[in-house]
Nanobody, 112 residues
């Protein structure tokens, strides 16, 4: 059974960092495109970062460029999203995704 479980969300002050983790089961994260999405309050879910399969090519949206890094740990079968210099505009629910499969989401709140 294909499953994604996110962790690592929480409350953080502006300017600080947070690392989200996505634990995958039922498939090999190296063989599939892995993405992080987020849903900001009152807005539609949007792509944040994408890691292509069988390569190190990464795609970032403008809001993530220079601040966020998506990476994969094949040994642990996880995908992480390192987020730096967070702002209140980054507050929302972050989801891990591959194809039609979504995790349950993890809340990130950036506030002083």
């Amino acid at each position: 059974q294909v499953q994604l479980v996110e962790s690592g969300g929480g409350l953080v002050q502006p300017g600080r960092s947070l690392t989200l983790s996505c634990a995958a089961s039922g498939f090999d994260v190296s063989a599939y495109v892995m993405s992080w999405y987020r849903q900001l309050p009152g807005k539609a879910r949007e792509l944040v970062a994408r890691l292509l399969n069988n390569s190190d090519r990464r795609i970032y949206t403008d809001s993530a460029k220079g601040r966020f890094t998506i990476s994969r740990d094949a040994a642990k079968n996880t995908v992480t999203l390192q987020m730096n210099n967070l702002t209140p505009d980054d507050t929302g629910v972050y989801y891990c995704n591959t194809g039609p499969t979504w995790g349950q989401g993890t809340q990130v709140t950036v506030s002083s």
